[in-house]
């Protein structure tokens, strides 16, 4: 299977239900309100799943854009999706493992943007957002896309919700540090 992306890119996505995309509409969403924030920033996306935000973020001007995901297969075709889209001054990482024991290990490194997107029914929300504030640069926005019905605190750690938005059953939390 393939999704779109800006300009009419097609990318590959894993086969099989373990890999979620992110439906069309939220991450057209979320791009436009973040259309100011992009070019020229560093961009992480946890739990990358296809890949589909941050070759998003390529396309649209990220500096930098680092993955983490868990699955091999998904990290495969992930690296092969920015490879095909990453400009020659864009740098990409994709790291394969568990995002609460990476994420530590990703300091002194400060992202401008964060994505995360894990499994809705996971138990990653807490822990990854506790673990995020000494990655983050000062005006940094972190969006947490969950299941509508399972809405995330208002405040996790260092981190304030500033925003939040619904898209059917899709819920995204916006973050900024306290």
């Known amino acids: 299977m393939s999704i779109r992306i800006k300009g009419d890119r097609a990318i590959k996505t894993p086969t099989g239900l373990s890999t979620r995309p992110t439906p069309s ?4 969403a979320v791009f436009n309100i973040l259309q100011n924030h992009i070019n020229g920033a560093n961009w992480l996306d946890i739990c990358a799943g296809s890949g ?31 490879q095909k889209i990453a400009k020659s001054n864009q740098t990409f990482q994709v790291i394969k493992g568990d995002a609460v024991k990476v994420l530590p290990k990703l300091q002194p ?3 401008d943007l964060v994505y995360f997107d894990p499994p809705y029914q996971s138990d990653l929300y807490q822990p990854v957002l506790h673990t995020l504030s ?6 940094a926005i972190v969006i947490a896309e969950c ?18 938005r619904q898209y059917g059953q899709t819920s995204l939390v916006f973050y900024r540090l306290t």
């Open 25 to 28: 509409k939220v991450r057209a």
């Open 147 to 164: 299941d509508r019905l399972r809405p995330l605190p208002d405040v996790i750690g260092d981190l304030v919700c500033s925003d939040r």
């Open 52 to 82: 589909a935000m941050g070759a998003e973020a390529l396309v649209r001007g990220a500096n930098q854009v680092v993955g983490i995901e868990l699955s091999t297969i998904a990290c495969r075709i992930v690296n092969e999706n920015w």
């Open 109 to 111: 490194k400060s992202f």
């Open 134 to 139: 000494p990655l983050l640069a000062e005006d």
